[in-house]
């Protein structure tokens, strides 16, 4: 039988009604004829309180402890679940992390996965179970204590029993119905994609798409897992939602797939830094050890032996990093004539795996933005994206602009 | 290093707040020089809400999904607990039933305990950590699925820990300060016991005093577990609370420890039954089928050939009885003239090792109830126990005398 894996998030799963409309979900696929594996978050908000215990109980904790405690809800639903299947005639039985076991490393609270072995589990489908039910989140470390994967780990759960497993695909229940070409908030010509590549979907991800864990994504691309991201609050058909796959899958080939954005933006300019063989450690190791967390950087030649440094970091971490950078100076680690921090700014990105393909593409972006007046502050490209730092009170236009501007609402 | 073995109830471990009160407990002990097991209760609350889901889930539910779902809540005190005795710097990790691992049968929902293998927790104490939490009520099957020990089960996982590692003694904090004489919201004369023979407690928890599960106390008694029942919500001396323990141990030889009461009894009389070999169990076995819990058991001779056959039981189970009676009369099973019930009793029990070796105590509590009145209805006794049914309206008032009568206010 092939093997589908199906994951619903918390709030896909926050209610005993919930948990019904999602095992509904699951007895379509069964009917399919797929052996189904299905993993499972905790309720939402129960995984909160537990932290929220924790943190009140012991502010260095052990993460051993930690992992005991805030694994326990994913438990709960996963028998829920389990239980809700049979009611529907469905064979169906939970697995906690540690009876299948899924085997992680010792890192608590963060920890990888190492391996997952399929006999348990193929066994009972071989027998006439049609769904295992599987606690997301959690593992088990070689020493037997339960571990954790950390925030969105029941995303990377799912993702590794779709590798292990062979899926024919993971799909991912979430509270949105897909991946769109920018956030509809700021566009209603924003359109769900069919298709996105893993690469894309990575940089969606990372420039705030939260629809879909980082970690998971890149497993799924190393792994090559189809994945597709779904509403589990819509009847849903075959084609529902948006598969993210490689890129041979997608056929269509445009240049921008997306338009991102990340708001609350700062850019900071050391102006005249001395300039020297290791000035970039210099500055940036100092930031790293204050949790800044840098994202775009640009050096510019301004004179003989002297640089301009920019960078950009979320604007609330701008105090922080002028304490850093301050400190460094006092200490003779760096020199520079001054610190400007611009905390105005939003970053705007296109994003597509075309670009690799079509020339022009940074071309037309900037002149979008010269036509609506937009004036560009920092550049930065990559492979597939191009991103620009802009005045904030533009962001909403240029994202408009550029969404036009590369025909994004055309399917 | 002795072991002592400490198990907190579910309101002792009702709020983080309440766990630290626990744990200053805990640390007390362990500044003595033992090596502490805990064994913990969910907050309380917890289970009955995860009971409730699983109900609502499912009807006729799959036990072992039952038991998925509710033995999550021991799991996250035992963290919590954890924690907070590392906060207070006393080395301490949690165990799940399955790590330590506790074997049980494979009688999901109420599983029986089989062998707790104390090398785990052990080794751990010769590395030099100083308390053991464990969750309690669960253990893990033969199959490898979680079981649960039915309700209660965290005093009987504290009393089969106290015997696995030889504990000192099994010390259960609940939300009562020990063992009394009588319940002392019918007479205020009511005296805490500082020692009571494990017989006695049987007696005295089957009669309805709800401090300790009886299971519990049966294994205490077998394996010879010294069990101390005290109040997590008073500061604790080592003379506190009620000791559990073996009659040797016992110095004092009153005849009457306790004074026992049942409110909701019903007394039914099978009249002028056919007398035959076989005529009980022709009774006794279908009422054993309609699930009814018979108590005492009369049996009279009216007349030649025929016999009155009395017993008690719930008076909430008397339509069942009746029904029961009924349709083994209607097919011929049984014959009787007419079956009277009495749903206006009370039971009152007299109880005491002590009986053992003292006469007279039945008469006297005839002679103190029929001084005030109190026309007894049916007589029952075993080794260490007199009990009586009554009219309810007595109840109270039959308690008053019998406690006063073999003065039990005094120590």
């Not at 994202?295 to 979320?314: L, V």
């Not at 604007?315 to 921090?341: P, Y």
């Amino acid at each position: 039988m092939p093997v589908l894996v199906m994951k619903f998030g918390g709030t896909s799963v926050a209610t005993l009604d919930r948990i019904k409309r999602a095992a509904k979900r699951v007895g379509v696929e069964v009917a399919k004829g797929y052996d189904v594996i299905v993993i499972v978050s905790a309720m939402s908000g129960k995984t909160n309180e537990l932290v929220g215990w924790v943190n009140e109980t012991s502010k260095f904790y052990d993460a051993r402890e930690y992992d005991a405690v805030v694994s326990s809800g994913e438990n709960v639903t996963a028998g829920l679940m389990a239980l809700t299947l049979q009611e529907m005639d469905v064979p169906a039985r939970s697995w906690q992390g540690w009876q299948v076991p899924l085997k992680t490393n010792s890192a608590h609270s963060q920890a990888r996965i190492e391996e997952i072995p399929t006999d348990n589990i193929s066994a009972k489908f071989a027998e006439g179970m049609k769904v295992a039910v599987v606690a997301g989140f959690q593992g088990i470390s070689p020493e037997g204590r339960i571990t954790t994967l950390g925030r969105g780990g029941s995303d990377t759960t799912a993702v590794a029993f779709a590798a292990a497993f062979g899926a024919e695909r993971c799909d991912i229940y979430t509270d949105v119905d897909g991946v769109y070409t920018t956030d509809p908030r700021i566009t209603d010509k924003a359109r769900k994609l069919d298709k996105i590549a893993f690469e894309e979907m990575l940089e969606l991800a990372s420039l705030g798409a939260k629809v879909l864990q980082t970690r998971s994504v890149e497993l799924a691309m190393r792994f090559g897992v189809r994945l597709r991201v779904l509403s589990s609050f819509e009847e849903q058909s075959d084609e529902a939602g948006t598969l993210v796959c490689a890129e041979e899958e997608i056929m269509e080939n445009r240049p921008v797939s997306g338009i991102a954005y990340s708001r609350d933006e700062a850019k900071m300019t050391l102006i005249s830094v001395a300039d020297r063989p290791g000035i970039a450690a210099a500055i940036f190791g100092p930031l790293a050890e204050a949790g800044i967390n840098v994202d775009m950087i640009i050096q510019n030649i301004a004179e003989e032996g002297r640089t301009d440094m920019t960078f950009s970091c979320p604007v609330d971490q701008v105090a922080r990093a002028e304490k850093a950078l301050n400190a460094a100076k006092d200490s003779g680690d760096i020199n520079f004539h001054d610190l400007v921090a611009d905390t105005n700014v939003a970053k705007v990105s296109a994003v597509g795996i075309g670009m690799r393909s079509q020339s022009g593409v940074a071309a037309q972006m900037f002149k979008t933005l010269s036509d609506e007046g937009v004036n560009i502050k920092v550049i930065a490209t990559s492979e597939i994206k191009i991103s620009v730092l802009i005045d904030r009170k533009y962001m909403e236009l240029a994202v408009q602009a550029l969404h036009d501007a590369f025909e994004l609402e055309k399917a």
